[in-house]
């Protein structure tokens, strides 16, 4: 076991129960959840309104399980849904994209993500980056104010 | 007007800039480059306008209102810039600085794989740079650039968190004129008409 930092949109979260094996990076699916906001789900690996498919083919290199739980290989999962990430294996650093980009950006629906029907008075999942963009006073409101 | 002091280095590193300039604007801090990234800011300064309705009419001009010659100590203004935005102050929506979409969208190109890679890169190297890794970082540092060799933001971040000519082998001049990234600032363009 060991320690990983994952940075994911603005979240900076630490994993203290990962597994760091040559590219792979694997969490716990607590830790998934925590680090990443996806969850295992029996449709797939789901966030808020999407979700992608596991393909039979890429199970086993998703998906492990031994006597102390199921593990998921967050990196493998990127490059399932082609998301770009930067890792650091010397200490477990993982940056899965940059802040400021929404995830649903790179996500190509056409590619069997399957976008679950949108709660009422969310917005789109894939509204994403185009929305950020117009929304630059929200924006804006985030950043500290240096004083003057 | 808004002025952003996009710096890794937090407030500290942007808080004497904005001391010595004795603005009388507000000054915000984008430690994590959000604006930087999302309107495609490759190198500051930047300079955006943003109309009454919330509405971006320009777009990523390369400017400085003023320039102190180093050697001379003379101090320049950038009166055509200067005179383009009292143009849009006294038009408004009928000046002839204002870009079309067109031309926005050059200016805010949507980003490619290498951008994502590049930003993921230089993210990851500014969080162990600032953790006490900085000799970890640099791989992270040097592959950005190599992804997206004219996005200087991060080149010039990256050089303040470590050491140019020690970490790198080169210095800002010599950087600079590397025909491989590309120009330090493209052109400011003020043609009239949209």
Redesign the interface.
Known sequence: MASA?V?YQ?R?SRSEGARVEADELWLTLSDLAATTGWELKPEGVCKDEICVPVPAARRSALIREDASGSEFDVTEFARLIEQ?????E??G?????????GVE??LDLSRGARLRAARPGRPGAHSG?AS??QD??A??G??????? | M?T??ADARG?SA??PF?EAAH?????????????A???VVRNVPAAFW?DEE?R?VRANDPIYAQRRNRETGEVALNQPYLDAVRDWVAKVPESDFLMDQQRLAAR?PE?D?DD??A??????GT??ALHG?PA?ALV?FK?APALRPDNWTYKRQAWSLGDIERDYGTTFQEAVKNPASGPFYPPLELSKGK
């Open positions: 930092t940075l603005d900076e770009p990430f930067a890792r650091d010397k200490h650093g993982l940056v899965l994209r940059p802040a400021g980009l950006d790179s980056r950020r963009k630059l006073p924006l804006l985030h950043l500290v104010k240096l004083p003057v | 808004v952003i002091a407030a942007a808080q904005i603005q009388q604007h507000p000054s915000l801090l984008d430690e994590k480059f959000q604006v990234e999302l309107y943003i919330g971006m805010l980003l794989v994502v890679k930003a993921a890169d230089f993210q990851l969080y162990l890794q970890d992270h592959r």
